[in-house]
T-cell receptor
């Protein structure tokens, strides 16, 4: 089956605009994760979903960030009033479940966001 | 707080050599450790996952070891090839974290010279 897909692959936006990033996980994977990778830095965890539920949103950088997942499948990460510091590669991953033996995380190609 | 360190930050070796990448972590309370590779412009590819109860995992020319008590893991690459050039990341899943997140090292950028 297909891997994790993300769209768009690249997004250039102006400061202050809203953007929406999409993630399609591997079919049947119940867990979904969002990370971001800023230039020259490691991966930063943002949020995870088990099914459609995100139990803890404290990893989101600010209240301009929100995420949702519908139908236990597609997830969207929305950034409102974008700032230049939001520029990064946003990576989505999915895993079969959350158990230690099933949580190999499979990553999408990422969305490169540039805020001018 | 769990911290993951990878040394060296960059490594360049001639084709055909065997090499070892290192990963260390500060808190031994982990469920598992994963090694990934990241190619420019592409996402992350999972290479090996070692459960906390395991000592090593092998896949082809790759062998990853885990010494949880000392907080160390190594990724051994045998007979390196130019196609192995990439950034290699290790990540641990802490027991204490309810978000099921991975804690990441900064990566080792590997260049295999033909």
């Amino acid at each position: 089956g297909a891997g994790v897909s993300q769209s768009p692959s690249n997004k250039v936006t102006e400061k202050g605009k809203d953007v929406e990033l999409r993630c399609d996980p591997i079919s049947g994977h119940t867990a979904l994760y969002w990370y971001r990778q800023s230039l020259g830095q490691g991966l930063e965890f943002l949020i995870y979903f088990q099914g459609n539920s995100a139990p803890d949103k404290s990893g989101l950088p600010s209240d301009r960030f929100s995420a949702e997942r519908t139908g236990g499948s597609v997830s969207t990460l929305t950034i409102q009033r974008t700032q230049q510091e939001d520029s990064a590669v946003y990576l989505c991953a999915s895993s079969l479940g959350l158990g230690a033996r099933t949580d190999t995380q499979y990553f999408g190609p990422g969305t490169r966001l540039t805020v001018l | 707080k769990q911290e993951v360190t990878q040394i060296p930050a960059a490594l360049s070796v001639p084709e055909g050599e065997n090499l070892v990448l290192n990963c260390s972590f500060t808190d031994s309370a982990i469920y598992n450790l994963q090694w990934f590779r990241q190619d420019p412009g592409k996402g992350l590819t999972s290479l090996l996952l070692i459960q906390s109860s395991q000592r090593e995992q092998t896949s082809g020319r790759l062998n990853a070891s885990l010494d949880k008590s000392s907080g160390r893991s190594t990724l051994y690459i045998a007979a390196s090839q130019p196609g192995d050039s990439a950034t290699y990341l290790c990540a641990v899943r802490p027991v204490w974290d309810s978000n099921y997140q991975l804690i990441w090292g900064a990566g080792t950028k590997l260049i295999i010279k033909p």
